[in-house]
């Protein structure tokens, strides 16, 4: 996705995989990595996993977006990752803990939340169970 505003630069993902991962409690950054020109986005979050009869979250940060599907709500990062973009609020502790790391080690600049632009074009979050 590039420069312009997280509303303008929406693509459509053409094909979904079998494996996707649900990504909970998650926001989305604009941002300028150390040593490029180009604005990238980011979504922040937790991926929802159940073991041993347990939810298990763990923080994470996703890939550049390249596209995301507003009607099915996922997106598609620059290494070929699919997240289902599920409850968006604040991030978890662990989430962010994880997303100060990731952006003192790309030396993210000039961060800007643009959550409000991606959830104005999704469709309605389903209540589905969290697995």
Known sequence: MKSRSAKQSIEKADAQPANI??????RCFELLQAG????THHIVGSICRV???HDARQGCVTSALV???????????????V???RH???I???AFYIWRRWQRATQATNVVDVTSDINAVLAPSPSLPVA
């Open 67 to 81: 596209s995301v599907d507003p009607d099915s709500r996922t997106v598609l990062t620059e290494n070929g990752t």
């Open 51 to 53: 073991q041993d009869g």
């Open 21 to 26: 991962d649900n990504l909970h409690d998650w």
């Open 88 to 90: 968006c609020s604040d």
């Open 92 to 94: 978890t502790p662990d």
């Open 83 to 85: 997240y289902r973009l």
């Open 36 to 39: 490029s020109t180009e604005r």
